[in-house]
């Protein structure tokens, strides 16, 4: 059965770096390299936003406003892996992220924060960020 699941989060202080994993198995209908993926986040009693988004082939990826210059996203094909680089954290970056994946033919990301738009959702993996 194929799942997206993350890793990578954690306690961390203001200030400090994060990368966070997801990891993509089971996939038998198509390769996930031909799955655009996409990372959200969602802070307690706030909307879940979307943070970045990356295309199967990894050539075209997008971020956030709100994160952009702190946050990078990068994919690594033989590992079936993306990832997401964190950056200077602030305490508002703490939150449940969340990696999402959608089959795509053509090569194209999502930003959208709709879980429903997306074909798999992982469980989410929590970053707290100390002062």
């Known amino acids: 059965q194929a799942q997206v699941a993350e890793s990578g989060g954690g306690l961390v202080q203001a200030g400090d770096s994060l990368r966070l994993s997801c990891v993509g198995s089971g996939f038998t209908f198509a390769p996930f390299s031909r799955y655009t993926v996409s990372w959200i986040r969602q802070a307690p009693g706030k909307d879940r936003e979307f943070v970045a988004a990356i295309s199967g082939s990894g050539h075209s990826s997008t971020t956030a406003d709100s994160v952009k210059g702190r946050f990078a996203i990068s994919r690594v094909k033989e590992k079936n892996a993306v990832y997401l680089q964190i950056n200077s954290l602030r305490p508002d970056d703490a939150a449940v992220y969340y990696c999402?994946?959608?089959?795509?033919?053509?090569?194209?990301?999502?930003?959208?924060?709709?879980?429903?738009?997306?074909?798999?959702w992982g469980r989410g993996t929590q970053v707290t960020v100390g002062q």
């Open positions: 999402a994946a959608r089959y795509y033919h053509s090569d194209y990301y999502l930003t959208t924060p709709l879980q429903q738009e997306y074909d798999y």
